[in-house]
Nanobody, 122 residues
Framework: QVQLVESGGGLVQPGGSLRLSCAAS????????MGWYRQAPGKQRELVAS???????NYTDSVKARFTISRDNAQNTVYLQMNSLKPEDTAVYYC????????????????WGQGAQVTVSS
């Protein structure tokens, strides 16, 4: 069993900053990649940023130069530093991880966090 717990969401003014955290726990053998998705009201979920175990990083174009993804492999944690926030960044942000568990030496699958609300408003 694997759990992803998110923290760090909240309400900020345009131009402000937030840092999201996501910690994975449970029967983890290896984490191949972790990332952040977001979903705004009435819109589809989109990938915001991801980072692999071999340090390949991707960002969606709308957050490049403003958001930074990082990870702490020793604690199975991924972070998303969000600067220069805009109202259009308002969404529920979901943590995602591609994980192989100790109960299965071959299979790998995606796990999801509970979601963190980020609201950017004056």
């Amino acid at each position: 069993q694997v759990q992803l717990v998110e923290s760090g969401g909240g309400l900020v003014q345009p131009g402000g900053s937030l840092r999201l955290s996501c910690a994975a726990s449970g029967n983890i053998a290896y984490i191949y990649a972790m990332g952040w998705y977001r979903q705004a009201p009435g819109k589809q979920r989109e990938l915001v940023a991801s980072i692999t175990s071999n340090d390949i990083i991707n960002y969606t174009d709308s957050v490049k130069a403003r958001f930074t993804i990082s990870r702490d492999n020793a604690q199975n944690t991924v972070y998303l530093q969000m600067n220069s926030l805009k109202p259009e960044d308002t969404a529920v942000y979901y943590c995602n991880a591609d994980i192989r568990t100790t109960s299965d030496l071959i299979r790998r699958r995606d796990y999801w966090g509970q979601g963190a609300q980020v609201t950017v408003s004056s």
